[in-house]
DNA sequence: GACCAGGTCCTTG
DNA sequence: CAAGGACATGGT
């Protein structure tokens, strides 16, 4: 990686902690979280909030009993998110591989993060970006993730390494430390959402110019 | 009606 | 291995 992708890495993560300051972002606990990276896959999270409150109301809004419970109810609660019959089955999928596999969510929680992110990955569903998620999210780990608005906002920014290696830039530029990586990631997606269009960036000036 | 959303997997060339 | 398609509902 070029040192000048590093040098505004460290750019972007000051500036937007400037503007920004401390946000709340993906609350809840391990469970939900797990849920909603499946439920949040391409979706918008205000879809995924409703599906997260049907689940709740079923009694369905954690592994355990997602994992014995019948596949349209879950279907049925988290259909507001789309892909539902694909998403349900990935929820199935996570709830054995941490029930059954790790047995149980506290044994996860035992687990170091190269090996449970590579536990993960083996999820059927779970790729990088969700397995990230729950890592950092879920289960507080120290690892940076990397979703379409992240990729849209660096780029945004002038940054040139390919998606694929940004995981391992921010982790090289930002310390080792979870709630660092929380933070950063929530305040790149809302600056996205917010200034980077798809095809359009309005506004990274506010990231390359001053210091 | 077209286009997009906090992806992932499978199929083709 | 890159590119394209499928999965599906909900909002702009």
Known sequence: MSASDSFKVRKIVRALKKKYGKIPWWPGDCDEVMIGAI???????????????????????????IRTADSTA????????????????????L?????????????MEKIPTRALREGLLGVHGIGEETADS??????????????????????????????????????????????????THAHIVEYAKEFCGKKRCDACILVNSNG
Not at 44 to 64: G, M, Q, T
Not at 95 to 107: D, L, N, Y
Not at 149 to 159: H, K
Request: aromatic fraction near 8%; hydrophobic fraction near 35%.
């Open 134 to 183: 729950i890592l950092c999210y879920g289960f507080s780990r120290p690892v940076f993730v990397i979703d379409a608005y992240t990729d849209r906002m660096v780029r945004c920014a002038g940054v040139t390494e390919p998606r694929n290696r940004l995981k391992d830039l921010f982790e090289s530029v930002l310390p080792e430390n979870n709630e660092t990586c929380r933070q």
């Open 39 to 65: 439920l949040t896959q391409q979706t918008r999270w205000e879809n995924v909030e409703r599906a997260l409150d049907e689940l709740h109301r079923r009694d369905l809004c954690s592994l355990s009993t």
């Open 74 to 93: 879950i279907e049925e609660a988290i259909r507001c998110t789309g892909f539902y019959r694909i998403k349900a089955g990935r929820l199935k999928a």
């Open 95 to 107: 709830a054995t591989f941490a029930e059954v596999t790790c047995g149980g969510v506290q044994k």
